[in-house]
Nanobody, 124 residues
Framework: QGQLVESGGGSVQAGGSLRLSCAASGYTGSHYCMAWFRQAPGQEREGVAYATTFGTTRYATSVKGRFTISRDNVKRTLYLQMNSLKPDDTATYYC??????????????????WGQGTQVTVSS
């Protein structure tokens, strides 16, 4: 089945930056679609951004222009650079691998492998 392990979470003040990483292991090949999701207490899990193996990316409206997703297919690592952080960005961030090939979305129902999550806290 494989494993995704996130790192890089922490606490920052509003306006600060963090970089999340997600290392994939335990399976051969790579997922066409890799994504970041987040979930705040009492809220549903929401898609933040995705990146395909060919470099296509998509962002949630709330993070567009502030967050950048990237992936290193050789290192099998996914990244999320988060700049100009806001208190509303506070959540547990999850790395995710999508089902199948050729399609990618920010629908959590299209995810077949989840990381354990890393906490991001932004104070005002």
């Amino acid at each position: 089945q494989g494993q995704l392990v996130e790192s890089g979470g922490g606490s920052v003040q509003a306006g600060g930056s963090l970089r999340l990483s997600c290392a994939a292991s335990g399976y051969t090949g790579s997922h066409y679609c890799m994504a970041w999701f987040r979930q705040a207490p009492g809220q549903e899990r929401e898609g933040v951004a995705y990146a395909t193996t060919f470099g296509t990316t998509r962002y949630a409206t709330s993070v567009k222009g502030r967050f950048t997703i990237s992936r290193d297919n050789v290192k099998r690592t996914l990244y999320l650079q988060m700049n100009s952080l806001k208190p509303d960005d506070t959540a547990t961030y999850y790395c995710a691998a999508g089902v199948g090939t050729g399609t990618c979305s920010l629908d959590p129902l299209q995810i077949e492998l989840w990381g354990q999550g890393t906490q991001v806290t932004v104070s005002s």
